[in-house]
Antibody, heavy 121, light 109 residues
């Protein structure tokens, strides 16, 4: 069974840092581009960052560039999001999502249950 | 960045009704790169439709997608109690950023 399990969320102060993890199982992790998508309370979905499987190419939304860093450890089947210089507006549920690997489509075919990040003093 | 605008924001309907949700893109996108997701309260989004009209694994055939260019739709032919949720469209072109619409809530009337 394909499974994504996020962890690492919690309360952080403005200007602080958090590191999120996403443990993957049930598929060949290194073959997939993995992503972080967030959802502020009562709001819609926002793609945050993505990283290809083997080549390690990284992408980030403008809203987090220079502050958030995506990385992965294919040996541990784990995706990470290092979040620095946190702002109030970064408060959200952060989801890990797998991108379809067909090469023809780019939808997100599997999602974790999410981890809540709250930025507040 | 491609902006997706969904309409309406909220729909109040009864079980058994037919509903069509709209997603409009700020520029033309390939039909291969338009997807729809369903999200229920407290749950992660779930893939419903990919490449405009292809149902994801396990999705019942009362869900269908269509459209092209800048106009896309999701139709539920007959609403079941479990279909009351928020629906998001997403464009996932060749290069990021991959954007979502703001969502349409389908609520029980």
């Amino acid at each position: 069974e394909v499974q994504l399990v996020e962890s690492g969320g919690g309360l952080a102060q403005p200007g602080g840092s958090l590191r999120l993890s996403c443990a993957a199982s049930g598929f060949v992790f290194s073959s997939y581009t993995m992503n972080w998508v967030r959802q502020a309370p009562g709001k819609g979905l926002e793609w945050v960052s993505g990283m290809t499987g083997s080549s390690g190419i990284k992408y980030s939304a403008d809203s987090v560039k220079g502050r958030f860093t995506i990385s992965r450890d294919n040996a541990k089947n784990t995706l990470y999001l290092q979040m620095d210089s946190l702002r109030d507006e970064d408060s959200a549920v952060y989801y890990c999502a797998r991108k379809d690997r067909s090469g023809s489509y780019n939808h997100f075919d599997c999602w974790g249950q999410g981890t809540l990040v709250t930025v507040s003093s | 960045e491609i902006v997706l605008t969904q309409s309406p924001g909220t729909l109040s309907l009864s079980p058994g009704e037919r509903v069509t949700l709209s997603c409009r893109a700020s520029q033309s996108i390939s039909s291969s790169y338009l997807a729809w997701y369903q999200q229920k309260p407290g749950q992660a989004p779930r893939l419903l439709i990919f490449a405009t009209s292809n149902r994801a694994t396990g999705i019942p055939d009362r869900f269908s997608g269509g459209g092209s260019g800048t106009e896309f739709t999701l139709t539920i032919s007959r609403l079941e109690p479990e279909d009351f949720a928020v629906y998001y469209c997403q464009q996932s072109g060749i290069s990021p950023p991959w954007t979502f619409g703001q969502g349409t809530k389908v609520e029980i009337k």
